[in-house]
């Protein structure tokens, strides 16, 4: 079946750095998409969403774009901070299908070194 | 967490026996949602419910039940039927969804460890 997955499943970073947490979908159909941010232990956080109209959208320190031609998505963090240590996980929900049918990536394992 | 409030953090059970497993919340949210995830892995759908009286099967219900008796209460038990029930297990609510947008709140989670 069709599924989100992730290029890169651990990401190392000096503390300061720009960070790029990529993200791969095979399902053109989905038409939203959101970042998450889960530490150790916990459960998953929001950091940001986007719709399939959009390109690119941005937050507080964090931008997540969108490129529908290769169906792949991407979420940038500037300045990385050792607090933005985390997996994160893309997620999709695909046009048509149950409301709340999130469908989630592998994640990816963040590092950042002080 | 977000209003959202699962308990107890840790639980071990023996093989054979079922456990259920408290997701409230309290930011007046119609749906609710209960994912299994384990090491390594992404989140995997269990049960959702987008209104009370009301749920539907996700992708890995088998060996689980819920209820949705209430608007703010969510429970899960985990059956004997589950033959590998060791996980971390999240649940999450939202408003019912519209026009796509589906941003998920998450509680805190249990880690059901089974001896």
């Known amino acids: 079946g069709e599924s989100v997955g992730l290029h890169l499943p651990t990401l190392s970073v000096q503390e300061g750095d720009n960070s790029i947490i990529n993200c791969a979908y095979s399902n053109s159909a989905s038409d939203y998409f959101i970042w998450y941010k889960q530490e150790s232990g916990k459960g998953p956080q929001f950091i940001i969403d986007?719709?399939?109209?959009?390109d690119k959208r941005q937050g507080q320190r964090v931008t997540v774009l969108l490129n529908k031609t290769v169906k792949h998505l991407s979420l940038q963090i500037a300045a990385t901070q050792p607090g933005d240590s985390a997996v994160y996980f893309c997620a999709e929900v695909p046009t048509g299908t149950s409301y709340g049918k999130l469908t989630f990536g592998q994640g990816t394992i963040l590092t950042v070194h002080p | 967490d977000g209003g959202i409030t699962q308990s107890p953090k840790y639980l071990f059970r023996k093989e054979g026996q079922n456990v259920t497993l408290s997701c409230e919340q309290n930011l007046n949210h119609d749906a609710m949602y209960w994912y299994r995830q384990d090491p390594g892995q992404g989140l995997r759908l269990i049960y959702y419910s987008q209104i009370v009286n009301d749920f539907q099967k996700g992708d890995i219900a088998e060996g689980y039940s819920v209820s949705r008796e209430k608007k703010e209460s969510f429970p899960l038990t985990v059956t004997s039927a589950q033959k590998n029930p060791t996980a971390f297990y999240l649940c999450?609510?939202?408003?019912?969804?519209?026009?796509?947008?589906?941003?998920?709140?998450f509680g805190p989670g249990t880690r059901l460890t089974v001896l």
């Open positions: 986007i719709r399939s109209n959009m």
């Open positions: 999450a609510s939202s408003i019912v969804p519209l026009a796509g947008r589906n941003e998920q709140f």
